[in-house]
């Protein structure tokens, strides 16, 4: 159908709750999945082939309920649109390479890279913070192990060490900020 379904009665759910399944595996890592899944079945501790069943283990039922509950909320054709955004996306590209495209900017950068991170990995968080010292830009790295994927910065118990290096990058930024500000506006003439 091409993506037309707003004059349809039947909306495309399968495939766009499957294609959340695929993708929610790739917020998480390896070690959260089998922390809190493993092989585990779902409603029973036999662990033997039955055809009958439609989801037999844990990891399955989550990926299903993720998916029902994203298709309630989210348009098909806007999910299309975000992840073709994010697959064209190139910065390097588009600029003449990542250190000119950063070259271009003025601005302070904190980057924050989590050690299980499929869908940023820290490689390409360090290719970012390599081309900004390139520009001779100011730039803040940090690499935080978590066995939570991307997801990471949403697990409750990740959140303090987050701060901790988020609240002070901006606490400097804005004293810088307020500083500049001041020096601008003592430097400027009165108004007439």
Known sequence: REGRYYDETVKP???L????MVAHITYLSEQSIEMKFGRRLQNSDNFAYDLSKETEFQIESYLHYQGKRF???FDANSYIALTRAMDYFNLAETHGGLTAALSRTNARFLVVSYTTDWLFPTSQS???VRALAETGRHVTFTELDSPFGHDAFLI???LPRLES????FLDRAYRDLHKAARG???A???NR
């Open 165 to 168: 290096i988020v609240r002070p």
């Open 184 to 186: 601008a506006s003592a």
């Open 13 to 15: 759910r399968f495939g």
């Open 17 to 20: 709750a499957l294609a959340r």
């Open 156 to 158: 409750e118990s990740e």
């Open 71 to 73: 298709v309630e909320r």
């Open 188 to 190: 400027s003439p009165p």
């Open 126 to 128: 360090r290719e970012i």
